[in-house]
């Protein structure tokens, strides 16, 4: 072997001993070569030296996988022992068999994988194609050119020149002259990556550089686990330090940590000299986990370099220092040992002494653990340990390999650390990385168990296929909590020092290191939250959710959608958070422990999202389900103590986090606990007596006559609250109200930790974006007296009165099914009561609330239609006469009027009324409904009434199959008569069941569900693309919606169920610019029980405990109903009906036919309005600002052909446009605050007051206050018009007349500008002429003689000009201006 291996270069070091050789691949058909085929070979370290494992995932800091062996182990690099597909020769002794040889029992389960474990035979095809087309390994011939420059990478740090040990400051000069001199790319001086605190000039300790007596490339990469993804993959190599560097003490005060980073600015140098290194890599120096402890060498390739540019994503290689496992007394640095002292903080600091520094003093002894520390170090120094248990589980487990494979790229799109946010990218500070997980697969293989009968029931098989092992470790995952239960490879472990000490435990095989130290609560909740998730898509029992598990990952790792509320949270001066400024001996003590704090973490940064997430959680932990902290990237390996940007994302627990009342304990029965609540909410901590006789601690949030807005931003309210009492963290004013600036201040806790005056600022768009939900005349206060539940419960006595009048009625009245969007939280604001508007409201529109009424069943409704509508309108009348006679104060009207003036009518599908009308009046009789319009006294609120009839719909269905089954030669006729049976289905059908999913939706279970559709209704309307013939209807608005809300398909892909408006709204927005309507069923699931419902305690309860036994079930539709939506949805692409257009079916409509599609045009439209809406709420979080918001909101006009400005005195609807307050940033608040400006009342317009209407004995006592009253009648002079809106009957006609050759677009909910497009397929063309031509053509002249084949006939074009004469003339009276744009 010697004689093989003279000629060879080997991966390890010269100065390694070296050892037999054994491969180091996992899996057979995972080839994982480090070293060409032809001449080159692997060794590992001598027994006595280890190896490192770097833990890297492909998109995180992870630290490097196992490749090498130990003791009596040996690898084989000899490539050319392989076959040519290089894999691995079998080791079992196992021989070829002849083709008549009996199948093995292996043979047999592969053949039966795909029945057994996948749901269908796709699952397992896209997965295998997936490891396919991700999976890197070694010796391949697209990683040919990355094992040469590894080689080179190799050779390079092995050749340096030692360096003689010298001091710091020796050392600090000789770094300066040897970068200043040689050829370095920057060409300025290198600066030793020394952690904070940075040694002193003076400090007894001696810096020196001998060349690395181990290099070898480890990690996921050899042991082909390494995963592509859109970032590429990390390469580690490990550079272990020799021994002679270092003394018995140097794990004292980060005396390690120092002769650590000199040596990697030695590498760094050494590798910078490198003409061939420095023309293929940029060097830099990093931080791994944001630690300054950790300096890590990162190279990644330059463009244009042709070996390196084939790798799939790019690749980093990680070079990374470590030390042999004899090297420092590792029994020293168990979790419960201290090893920074306070005279390495400050000399004088009181109670520390040199004793201190030594181990066996007692003065150690009552200074704090350092876990974290020591477990920084110990990272560095068990390496071998990690790699030889994985080697040895990837021999165990020919699976093993291609697990850990989808493992990684499962966790790699859920993770948000390297992520952007707008111009900000979140740091990698996770602690639970792919390695973790691969550790945790390991112990579920190979680890110790405990006596827990739930985690015996992991125990996993090296049997099981790659699919069944990622599938239990997942399930496994989405139960266990770390901190709960401790888990340890081994049986003998001082478990109690670890539980002690950290948070969650995960003891690695030497026993000696928690793979866990440093994760947070926040990161662990998460990672359960996201397993339950996919334990439950990888079961589901109807759909294929593979893009949801493995590829999508538009929403879990977008951090503006991930969290229910997003605060971006800026620190000035990061030290005053550890060092505050306080005198006297408790200060000092205090300093000495926030900085032994901050020492433990190796960052000040990391210590500080530490804290805060802590304090977060244990102060929010009923309303909060995870409190998040991500520093950004340019602050977490930093090591100056200044300014830095945190963002702290919550999801919030829908339930508890709008409770108008938050209970605190008794303070008799837990004075302790009465004490901590007392600390977090100071003054607004009451002691107050319930109804069930108990005394407890409460903080009152509101009264209960808030609104759905104040709700939703109480948990926005208590983190400003907080953050300002104990960190003095200046939040906007649309958060920190007056109510809690009153008492936010006063007695502060002595152990609040301030970071200073002013120097903290908090900033959330959770409460911004609500403001565009709001109108000009409902907001501010009016807000609180307009309430959805008001609206409610006048339509429940309507309809308790109506049922009073039976015996006065022909028929028993059943039910009143309401139809209204405002009777199930849906509509843009609460519906608005007429009384409300006689005392000063506005009045010039009042939109009516629908509702149908169901009598008993009857034999004697007649047979001919126009009959049907007469006995309809008679029980009509008889009604609004029996309730007026019952309540003389209110006011009815029957009439015959077209059903729907509004929004919820906007998209006809087929020809529309008036056209039909227009061809066929005699039969059209029916196209209109009889309504009763019943204004309720007692609340002021309009209800529409119609009367369902089942006969009708018989009828209609026999007339047109008698029409068909005759040949009926008038097909406009049959067409009207189809369309008038849709109609009647979609009135007395489709609307009643479409209200019921979304009442339920929004009442039961997702309270914010209502606030997210006014949201998106709003921001569709303000881009003129709801309600029209050509935009999206209301009823598709709320689906949309429901598909996040609902879990329908893989629409929702966030970690949790949204719980407020903004996460639901940005949610919203993301699914519209990103759904491919085209290729992926849209579908929503009404029946799904969401797992994380808050309100079902019992149900709660009883999944966990299925889950515990292994049933994974997700409940909702059924597999037969969802595929019926799939074949429905198959069939409609077979015969091309399915376009790229917003399509949505639910269970009860599984052709998506009850509101239409929207048309492509339109869908392209949204999607880009969505995507630039999220860039716009992207760049507001990232620079903390609502600069950009109004953006999200206005629409650009210039896109449009033309552009028709309406007179703003005959637009009734113009106050339902949002507040101005909602379109003033900061900025311009700030400015109008300190000019003593301030806008109109309430955001609305100086409206003119039409003081003619108003009495005269109240015209002169109003005419002071007229600034102050919003006094708007009806602009026709007619108070109390119902449902009369000009600009939307305008509208209306336009697409009637001219719908064939324009697109028009309008604001329904009061917009002054109706914009249009001109359709291609009609304007600008020339046609021959004919009588049939259906708009204003003007002749055009040839330029050419027509010649004898084509048509004699005149050419004709579309007449622009005319036909915008006559559209002004169309719109006399409403139009102002009509301005083309273009022609």
């Known amino acids: 072997m010697a004689a093989k291996s003279a000629g060879k270069k080997d991966w390890t070091s010269k100065q390694g001993t070296p050892t037999a050789k054994k491969s180091v691949a996992s899996h057979k058909q995972q080839p994982n070569r480090l070293a060409d085929q032809s001449d080159h070979e692997m060794e590992s370290s001598s027994e006595d030296e280890e190896m490192y494992d770097s833990h890297e995932d492909d998109n995180e800091d992870e630290e490097a996988g196992d490749v090498s062996d130990g003791d009596d182990e040996e690898m084989d690099a000899d490539i050319n022992n392989n076959n040519s597909n290089g894999a691995l020769e079998k080791t079992s002794g196992q021989h070829k068999r002849g083709l008549d040889a009996k199948a093995t029992n292996a043979e047999i389960m592969a053949l039966n994988e795909t029945t057994l474990l996948f749901k269908s035979n796709l699952f397992k095809l896209q997965e295998d194609e997936l490891l396919a087309e991700t999976c890197v390994g070694a010796g391949s011939k697209a990683t040919r050119g990355l094992d040469a420059a590894l080689r080179q990478i190799r050779d390079a740090l092995g050749s340096q020149d030692p360096v003689d040990e010298m001091g710091v400051r020796a050392a600090t000069k000789y770094i300066h002259r040897i970068s200043g001199s040689s050829k370095l790319a920057t060409g300025e001086k290198l600066q030793i990556p020394f952690p904070d605190p940075p040694p002193s000039d003076d400090m007894l300790i001696k810096l020196g550089f001998q060349p690395p007596t181990v290099i070898n490339v480890v990690g996921s990469y050899p042991l082909g686990m390494a995963v592509a993804s859109r970032t590429g993959f990390n390469v580690d190599m490990v550079v272990q330090m020799p021994s002679a560097l270092f003394q018995d003490r140097d794990h004292l005060n980060y005396r390690y940590f120092y002769k650590r980073a000199f040596y990697v600015a030695v590498l760094f140098i050494g590798l910078k000299q490198s003409a061939a290194l420095r023309d293929a890599f940029d060097i830099n120096i990093e931080c791994m986990h944001g630690d300054q402890r950790l300096p890590i060498i990162a190279m990644r390739p330059l463009k244009g370099v042709k070996s390196l540019d084939s790798l799939p994503g790019g690749v980093v290689v990680r070079i990374l220092p470590s030390i042999a496992h004899d090297t420092l007394p590792l029994k020293r640095l168990a979790p419960d040992r201290n090893h920074v002292r306070p005279s390495h903080i400050d000399p004088a600091a009181a109670g520390a002494t040199e004793s201190g520094d030594d181990p066996s003093s007692s003065g150690s002894s009552s200074l704090p653990p350092t876990p974290l520390y020591n477990s920084a170090l110990l990272g560095d120094a068990l390496f071998l340990t990690h790699m030889k248990y994985l080697f040895e589980t990837a021999e165990m487990c020919p699976e093993f390999a291609r697990a850990a494979s989808l493992l990684r790229i499962w966790h790699g799109q859920r993770s948000v650390g390297g992520t952007q946010v707008g111009s900000h990218s979140l740091a990698r500070t996770q602690r639970v990385t792919g390695f973790v997980l691969t550790m945790v697969l390991a112990w579920l293989l190979r680890g110790t168990m405990s006596g827990e009968v739930t985690e015996r029931r992991f125990r996993l098989s090296p049997t099981m296929s790659a699919h069944q092992l990622f599938k239990s470790t997942v399930e496994f995952l989405a139960l266990h909590d770390f901190e709960d239960i401790p888990v340890a490879f081994g049986s003998a472990v001082d478990m109690a020092a670890f539980a002690s000490n950290f948070g969650a435990v995960f003891v690695d095989p030497s026993g000696s290191l928690n793979l866990l130290a440093g994760a947070q609560e926040w990161e662990l909740a998460e990672l359960r939250m996201a397993a339950r998730q996919t334990a439950l898509d990888i079961n589901h029992h109807a759909e294929n959710r593979f893009d949801r598990i493995f590829l999508d990952s538009r929403l879990t790792r977008l951090a503006v959608s991930r969290y229910d509320h997003v605060f971006r949270l800026e620190v000035d001066d990061i030290s005053r958070f550890l060092a505050p400024s306080t005198g006297g001996g408790d200060g000092s003590a205090t300093c000495v422990a926030r900085r032994l704090a901050e020492l433990d973490h190796g960052n000040a940064v990391t210590a500080v999202q530490s804290r805060i997430a802590s304090f977060l959680s244990s102060a929010l932990e009923r309303q909060a389900r995870i409190v998040a902290v991500h520093p950004c990237v340019s602050d977490a390996g930093s090591t100056k103590r200044e300014s830095c940007v945190f963002f702290v994302g919550i999801i919030a627990s829908e339930d508890a986090s709008s409770r108008l009342v938050d209970l605190g304990p008794n303070p008799d029965a837990e004075p302790q606990m009465a004490a901590r609540f007392r600390a977090y909410w100071g003054e607004r901590a009451e002691l107050r007596r319930f109804r069930d006789a108990s005394i407890r601690l409460a903080v009152v949030w509101g009264a209960n006559g808030m609104s759905t807005e104040s709700r939703s931003l109480i948990l926005p309210r208590m983190v400003a609250y907080l953050l300002r009492r104990h960190f003095s963290i200046r939040a906007t004013p649309e958060v920190m109200i007056a109510e809690d600036l009153l008492v936010v201040d006063k007695a502060r806790p002595k152990a609040a930790q301030a970071f200073g005056d002013c120097v903290g600022r908090l900033f959330t768009l959770s409460a911004r974006v609500i403001d565009f939900a709001q109108s000009m005349d409902i907001c501010g206060p009016a807000a609180d007296e307009i309430t959805f539940e008001r ?34 939280y849906a509509s843009l604001t609460p519906p608005k009561p007429l009384a409300l508007s006689r005392n000063g409201g506005d009045d010039s529109y009042i939109e009516p609330l629908h509702a149908i009424i169901e009598f008993a069943g009857s034999t004697k409704w007649p047979d001919d239609i126009a009959a049907l509508h007469k006995v309809k309108a008679a029980f009509l009348l008889r009604i609004g006469e029996c309730y007026a006679a019952a309540h003389p104060d209110s006011q009815v009207d029957v009439g015959n009027r077209f059903f729907g ?30 309504v009763l319009d019943i204004r309720h006294a007692a609340s002021g609120y309009t209800f529409r009434l119609s009367i369902l009839c089942d006969h009708e719909g018989e009828l209609l269905t026999r007339k047109v199959r008698e029409l068909r089954l005759a040949g009926n030669p008038s097909p406009a006729t049959t067409l009207a008569l189809e369309h008038a049976h849709r109609r009647w289905l979609r009135t007395n059908r489709w609307r009643p069941t479409h209200h019921r999913h979304i009442m339920d939706m929004c009442q039961r279970h997702h309270p914010s569900a209502s606030l997210t559709i006014r949201l998106l209704k709003r921001w569709l309307s303000r881009h003129m693309l709801l309600g029209q013939t050509v935009g999206v209807p209301e009823e598709l608005a709320e689906l949309v919606v429901a598909c996040v809300f609902a879990g329908s398909s893989s629409a929702n892909n966030a970690l949790a169920t949204p719980a407020s408006a903004y996460a639901g709204f940005v949610q919203s927005l993301q699914l519209l610019s990103q759904w491919r309507w085209k290729e992926d069923l849209c579908a929503v699931d009404f029946g799904a029980n969401i797992y994380d419902d808050d309100g ?13 036994m292994g049933v994974w079930r997700s409940e909702g539709m059924s597999a037969e109903k969802f595929g019926l939506l799939q074949k429905e949805f198959d069939e409609a692409q077979r015969k091309n009906k399915v376009t790229n257009a917003v399509r949505i079916a639910t269970e009860d409509d599984p052709a998506a036919q009850w509101w239409g599609t929207v048309p492509p045009v339109l869908t392209r439209r949204i999607r880009d309005l969505a995507t630039a809406s999220l860039e716009c709420v992207a760049r507001c979080v990232s620079a903390g600002t609502d600069s950009w918001l109004p953006q999200v909101f206005a629409t650009p006009l210039g896109d449009y052909d033309f552009v028709i400005r309406l007179d703003q005195d005959v637009v009734c609807r113009k106050y339902e446009q949002p507040p101005k307050s909602a379109f003033e940033t900061m900025e311009e608040a700030t400015s109008s605050a300190s000019t003593g400006t301030s806008g109109s009342v309430a955001g609305g317009d100086s409206a003119e007051v039409f003081k003619n209407l108003l009495p005269t004995a109240q015209a002169q006592s109003q005419s002071q206050t007229l600034a102050h009253v919003k006094q708007r009648a009806n602009p026709f002079n007619q108070p109390g018009m119902v449902g009369f809106d000009p600009a939307s009957m305008f509208v209306r006609d336009l697409v009637d007349v001219y719908g064939d050759s324009v697109f028009v677009f309008h604001d329904v909910y009061g917009g002054s500008v109706v914009a249009g497009l001109w359709n291609p397929a009609v304007v600008g063309k020339d046609v021959p002429f004919s009588a049939g031509l259906h708009a204003s053509m003007a002749p055009v002249k ?33 139009v102002a201006d009509f301005a083309i744009q273009r022609a």
Do not use: W
């Not at 308790?800 to 059943?814: A, G, T």
């Not at 227009?918 to 009889?930: C, I």
């Not at 005319?1362 to 409403?1374: A, F, K, P, Q, Y």
């Open 1096 to 1108: 079902d305690e019992e149900g709660e309860s009883s999944r966990l405990k299925n889950q515990a």
């Open 1342 to 1374: 040839r330029e050419t003689p027509a010649s004898s084949s084509s048509s004699s006939r005149p050419l004709v074009r579309y007449n622009v000009q005319d036909v915008v004469n006559e559209m002004i003339r169309l719109g006399d009276g409403l």
């Open 791 to 824: 609206a409610i419960g006048a339509f429940d006595q309507l309809q308790r009165d109506i049922k009073d009048m039976e015996d006065k009625l022909p028929l028993r009245v059943l039910a009143l099914h309401p139809v209204s969007p405002g009777l199930r």
């Open 901 to 930: 003036y509004g929004a919820a009518d906007g998209l006809t599908t087929g020809i529309s009324a008036t056209r039909m009308a227009s061809r066929d009046a005699d039969d059209m009789d029916y196209e209109r409904d009889n």
